[in-house]
């Protein structure tokens, strides 16, 4: 196998985040959903659709995050396990997509918007540090952890698809929120966290309707 180089590796990452943003990744790891069939009314279909539009925006966001993040790490060790994480995330991102269409929904028009947002996030808090940056992922997972308890009470009670996927979800970035600060991340002051949450509150609203 030939060494890649970096031109090789820049259109890797392009191809990667285009359809990252156009949610047109390829769905190769889906989801095991509940097997009961959802009868769902219009007015849940579309409650469900607005959700998991949310939804896979946020991980929209998680990749841009992480590829900002990759490139301003300085440790290799904190670069593997940006890594990692980004990978996981990328499971959710096509559970979203997948989920999304058979709900006959449609992604955010505002994810590229997002994604060169949190990619910019990303790269600033890795040149602060690799204990900024990681400290950071905890934040963000911490406040995600709690809009997705959001979701799962505003969740149309029949829809068993997507509340599996919300629940699974939720275990696995509450899981990347103690690797992050068990990899050396710094705790962040609840005032920060708070502009963090009016920030995810913003990302929210906009991408329920558009």
């Known amino acids: 196998m ?22 047109t990744l390829p769905v190769a790891n889906g989801f095991e959903h509940d097997s009961r069939a959802d009868e769902l009314t219009p007015e849940e279909q579309s409650k469900s ?46 559970w979203c997509q997948e989920r999304l269409r058979e709900l006959n929904g449609q992604t955010s028009y505002l994810n590229p918007l997002w994604y060169g947002a949190s990619f910019a996030v990303g790269a600033a808090t890795g040149l602060m540090g690799d204990r900024v940056s990681l400290g950071f992922i905890a934040a963000t997972e911490e406040e995600v952890c709690k809009h997705l308890d959001r ?15 919300i629940a699974q979800m939720q275990a696995d970035e509450a899981g990347h929120e103690q690797a992050a600060l068990d990899e050396g991340g710094a705790p962040y002051p609840a005032a920060i966290k708070k502009f963090m949450a009016l920030q995810s509150a913003l990302m929210t609203s906009a991408t329920r309707w558009i």
Request: hydrophobic share 35%.
């Open 2 to 23: 030939r060494t890649l180089h970096w031109t090789d590796r820049l259109l890797a990452h392009v191809d990667r985040s285009i359809k990252t943003m156009t949610g």
């Open 151 to 165: 979701h799962l009470a505003e969740l149309p009670e029949g829809d068993h698809r997507t509340r599996e996927i």
């Open 49 to 94: 659709r607005q959700l998991m539009r949310i939804n896979h925006c946020g991980e929209v966001c998680a990749q841009g995050l992480y590829h900002g993040q990759m490139l301003s790490a300085r440790k290799d060790s904190t670069k593997v396990h940006l890594e990692h994480a980004a990978e996981d995330e990328q499971k959710h991102l096509v």
